[in-house]
């Protein structure tokens, strides 16, 4: 038998993939071209498929919508674990300059190899994105770590404004390098910069998947070490736990998975913050059941406004980026006076 605990785990579970089928379907259907759910059924199985319901549904829509949803679960999964590292309910991805740090390496990939091998979907452009990215969010981290540390420990509010300092830095490095672009790279980079799966494609797909499949079950079976670190470090090594070592697994996954995230779909913020908080009053403390939720949640929160972004304002095209701002920073001055950091 379930207890209660489980039953609520479950329940919230088997609400949001519903909750995320339904966005995806008003997504599928729904636009400038609107479609029947017989269209989409008939495309999908290839029975009596139409030209233009295949241009319309397996280039443009469904691409955008599972790249939507792998970069939402993705810095939700992120989130919750950097969320879980720090001890520290406003650490982010975003908020501690993670997403910053990849996104300048990526604009530096762009200016040096040429942002429109990207647009022409070169493979080799866009699988080596994410592995820059990655460096570039290493980069972050480490110099994030530096300053942030007090007396060999991680002090969580100079994390913080180390963060935002940090992110502030990388974003402004982003602007100076995308100025010395040509006008066509550097309105790519522009739009990028800003969280935008416009150019959506299946090489995308192909290019942040693998990083999903191989990291995101990493941080699922370490869901305990995070639960040990919420007792403190100390009680953690009480515990025979290599604090430092399982800090650095951690680390590099949630990093490896926010760079493919944003090598794909630019600098989204916010997802990472909202995320695991909703998921925590949902289905309790636990990290075992946080991450999954918190994923869930992600995925639901950035195929719901890449729709919003792209439907809204029609013909004219919004970034998901400010969408989910537009969400994200009132939520997140909420935090700051609950937390009074």
């Not at 059924?41 to 139409?50: E, S």
């Not at 001890?87 to 604009?107: T, W």
């Not at 866009?126 to 990215?133: E, K, N, Q, R, T």
């Not at 075992?288 to 013909?315: C, E, N, W």
């Amino acid at each position: 038998m379930l207890n209660h605990s489980a039953k609520r785990y479950w329940l919230v579970l088997f609400s949001n993939i519903v909750i995320i089928l339904l966005a995806i379907y008003i997504s599928l259907t729904n636009g400038v071209f609107d479609l029947s759910v017989q269209d989409v059924l008939k495309t999908l199985l290839r029975m009596d498929p139409v030209p233009e319901h295949d241009l319309v549904i397996l280039d443009f829509r469904l691409p955008r919508i599972v790249i939507a949803a792998l970069v939402g679960f993705g810095l939700g999964v992120a989130g919750a674990t950097i969320q879980g590292i720090s001890r520290n309910g406003l650490a982010d991805p975003g908020i501690l300059g993670i997403n910053a740090g990849a996104g300048a390496m990526i604009v530096i990939f762009m200016l040096f190899f040429g942002g429109h091998r990207i647009a022409e979907n070169d493979w080799l452009s866009i699988l080596a994105m994410p592995l820059f990215g990655w460096v570039g969010g290493l980069g972050a981290a480490l110099l994030i770590y530096l300053f942030a540390r007090q007396n060999g420990h991680l002090d969580t509010q100079r994390l913080i404004l180390v963060g935002i300092a940090a992110g502030s830095g990388f974003g402004a490095l982003s602007l100076y390098l995308s100025l010395k672009m040509n006008p066509q790279d550097f309105e790519m980079a522009t739009v990028w910069l800003m969280g935008s799966i416009w150019n959506a494609n299946w090489q995308y797909v192909v290019a942040v998947f693998p990083w999903m499949i191989l990291l995101v079950p990493i941080i699922i079976s370490k869901a305990y070490i995070l639960d040990l670190f919420q007792l403190g470090e100390e009680h953690a090594k009480g515990l025979r736990v290599s604090t430092e070592k399982e800090k650095n697994i951690l680390l590099l996954t949630s990093i490896g998975i926010v760079s493919a995230c944003v090598s794909v779909a630019g600098n989204i913020g916010f997802v990472g913050l909202i995320a695991p908080h909703i998921a925590k009053r949902l289905v309790g403390i636990y990290h075992q059941r946080v991450i999954p939720i918190s994923g869930t949640i992600g995925m639901l929160l950035v195929v719901v406004s890449d729709f919003i972004a792209k439907t809204v304002f029609a013909p004219v095209e919004l970034s998901v980026g400010i969408v989910i701002a537009i969400i994200g920073i009132p939520y997140f001055v909420y935090l700051l006076f609950k937390t009074k950091v």
